[in-house]
């Protein structure tokens, strides 16, 4: 019972490691390269959330020293955050322009038809 | 020159960064060459000076934008990441010559510049990871040598390059994202992202909140580990290795992984072993096991491949394996072998994929049966495969030997005699492997397609023949390498709680 209340009470990190790991899941369980692409992005979306959900205070802005504030939001993981988005845009990109490439070059995007192209040869 | 000189470890960053853009404005092949090539020499310069001045007068601490640390990103330079820097830059100079016939032989011609570009960001983030001091800034530079490698192994001719890149993406950025969660978890209990400032509070962090930092240890192992590809996490490299450009394959072997290992060493050493008991966890014990497991599994899977470039890729997996030994053994000697290895397999590995670059360029294949008599017409660059393979085996008089020697000394040290002969077993794997290529290539009746081929230009020839070199100069004199890592090792070791 106190492990419920105790889930129910962090249910924003229930919430993160249930992405993590469907996000996880789909990158080692699906053949297809878009699907692949899109549970990375799950997968790596899910950690911005790590990041940012222990910096936000409720009821918190942000540091602007003014003596009308006295609660502030930890402004440091938003902004590794924000670094962390572009990698991770710069990551689906990359990864669906070689998906782009894979298809002009095997006509195919599942993992199991390219590798079975490969093996006649 | 004196007002450059304080900034060196912001230098070694910016100029292969600024090298980059410079690169991919270039519209000809050539041109984008010679940038990469003056920003490759250019390197070596700052980091020996770098090496120099963390040799005499102790680490480095460089406040980038003049911002104080813990606040500000720190680029902090001890004995060991100079030493990384120095391998990788020295190894960038070294080879770089290498590159122009051998890539416009093996790429388009209209994607040369991009080549160019791709192989400077890859620098950028490779010196930046070794230079950094803070976890978060280490992990950017992690993502601009990753995605920047990507496209290295996709500009490979064999289609199969492109799922190698992608397969290699997608494990690469599971990898990447771990070391941040990772990160993140000690953030949370740390505030900081300041190495050194992690280790002073990691300690307080481990008396309250120990199953996080356990959890945050566990996550920076597997992610690193799958950069550096420590077996069972190797299934990217092989793939990659066989279809990337043969000149990508060398810069990898002797760079990417390498730096990895710094990065391992690095939280394993300064940040985690400095703050808790590292050798009260069974850390230790896991890398040894998953070590030997590389040494013989890896060896014996490359002693089955017909593929040049794939069997030598299993063979970076098993002498990845002798480098996290060392690790694992974590004492002096050990470490130091472990340390010292890597800058002689970072020599010997580059030294072989230049010679398969070259038989590529003359016209030769790299399936084996392909190399029938190869090195009746290529004399010169089988002889410096010959030796670099002979420093794989470890035989004495090349600087394999120098390493497993160490490695032996560290696991007697430690007690454990059967580590000594399991060293020497998978030793004697790898003259199964290196032999058959040496018999097939010096032995045989050359086969009609390479009745033509010579030694390559100089060009291509002087780089592997100056590796090779390096690896028999490093069998003998032993005070550079042996030196600086047993100076590395033994801050290390002193680091430690």
Request: proline fraction near 4%; include cysteine.
């Given at each position: ?121 | ?28 092949g050539r041109t984008a060459f010679v940038i990469a090539l003056l920003v490759s020499w250019l390197m070596p310069v700052f980091a020996v000076a770098i090496l120099r001045q963390t040799l005499t007068a102790g680490a480095i601490s460089y406040h980038l934008g003049g911002w104080e640390p813990p606040w500000g990103i720190e680029y902090r330079v001890d004995v060991l990441n100079a030493y990384v820097i120095a391998l990788v830059s020295i190894v ?53 040598s990753s995605l920047s490698t990507y496209v290295l192994i996709a500009l490979g001719a064999n289609r199969r390059a492109l799922l190698a890149a992608f397969q290699y993406l997608i494990v690469g950025t599971i990898g990447a994202t771990f070391y941040v969660i990772g990160i993140g978890l000690v953030y949370l209990v740390t ?307």
């Amino acid at each position: 019972m106190e492990t419920l209340v105790n889930l129910a009470q962090h249910y924003n990190y229930v919430v993160t490691i249930f992405l993590m790991l469907a996000g996880l899941y789909i990158v080692i369980a699906r053949g297809n390269m878009i699907k692949k692409l899109i549970g990375l992005s799950i997968f790596q979306t899910s950690v911005y959330l790590l990041y940012i959900e222990p910096a936000k205070i409720i009821g918190g802005t942000a540091p602007i020293i003014d003596p009308a504030f006295k609660v502030y939001s930890n402004p440091l993981p938003h902004v590794l955050i924000l670094t962390a988005i572009v990698v991770g845009v710069a990551t689906i990109a990359l990864g669906l322009a070689l998906v782009v490439r894979i298809n002009e070059a095997y006509g195919t995007v599942e993992e199991a038809e390219v590798l079975e192209k490969d093996r006649d040869r | 020159m004196s007002a450059v000189w304080p900034h060196l470890p912001a230098l070694q960053v910016v100029v292969p960064l600024l090298g980059a853009v410079l690169a991919a404005f270039a519209r000809s092949g050539r041109t984008a060459f010679v940038i990469a090539l003056l920003v490759s020499w250019l390197m070596p310069v700052f980091a020996v000076a770098i090496l120099r001045q963390t040799l005499t007068a102790g680490a480095i601490s460089y406040h980038l934008g003049g911002w104080e640390p813990p606040w500000g990103i720190e680029y902090r330079v001890d004995v060991l990441n100079a030493y990384v820097i120095a391998l990788v830059s020295i190894v960038g100079a070294a080879i770089m010559p290498f590159a122009r016939r051998s890539i416009a032989f093996e790429i388009e011609g209209w994607r040369e510049p991009w080549f160019y570009c791709m192989y400077l960001l890859c620098l950028t983030g490779l010196l930046g990871i070794a230079i950094t001091g803070d976890a978060f800034n280490a992990f950017v530079f992690l993502e601009i040598s990753s995605l920047s490698t990507y496209v290295l192994i996709a500009l490979g001719a064999n289609r199969r390059a492109l799922l190698a890149a992608f397969q290699y993406l997608i494990v690469g950025t599971i990898g990447a994202t771990f070391y941040v969660i990772g990160i993140g978890l000690v953030y949370l209990v740390t505030g900081t992202l300041n190495v050194v400032d992690m280790a002073a509070r990691l300690g307080q962090a481990w008396l309250s909140q120990p199953q996080t930092v356990i959890a945050a240890l566990a996550f920076i192992t597997v992610g690193v580990s799958l950069k550096l590809a420590l077996f069972p996490l190797h299934s990217w490299l092989p793939n990659a290795y066989a279809y990337a450009p043969s000149w990508v394959t060398a810069f990898l072997a002797a760079t990417a992984t390498k730096v990895a290992i710094y990065l391992l060493v690095r939280f394993y050493f300064s940040v985690f072993g400095a703050a808790i008991e590292i050798g009260a966890l069974p850390i230790a014990d896991i890398i040894v096991v998953l070590s030997l497991a590389a040494m013989f599994i890896a060896s014996a899977i490359a002693t089955f491949e017909s593929d040049l470039k794939r069997m030598l890729a299993y063979s970076s997996v098993a002498q990845i394996g002798y480098i996290t030994l060392g690790i694992g053994l974590a004492n002096q000697a050990g470490l130091t072998g472990g340390l010292v290895h890597i800058v002689n397999h970072a020599l010997m590995k580059a030294a072989l994929f230049l010679s398969v670059g070259a038989i590529l360029y003359r016209g030769g294949g790299v399936r084996l049966e392909q190399l029938a008599g190869v090195g009746r017409k290529m004399p010169l660059t089988m002889a410096a495969f010959t030796i670099a393979g002979l420093g794989l085996i470890g035989v004495p008089g090349t600087s394999g030997f120098i390493s497993k020697w160490y490695l032996a000394v560290g696991a007697i040290d430690g007690g454990s005699w059967f580590l000594v002969l399991l060293i020497l077993g998978s030793s004697l794997i790898s003259i199964v492997y290196v032999g058959r290529v040496l018999e097939i290539a010096w032995l045989r009746e050359p086969a009609p397609e390479i009745a033509q081929a010579g030694d390559p230009p100089l060009s291509m020839l002087l780089p592997t023949l100056a590796l090779a070199a390096a690896t028999i100069y490093f069998g003998f004199d032993t005070e550079l390498t042996v030196g600086i890592a047993g100076e590395a090792a033994k801050s290390l070791l002193g680091g430690l709680r």
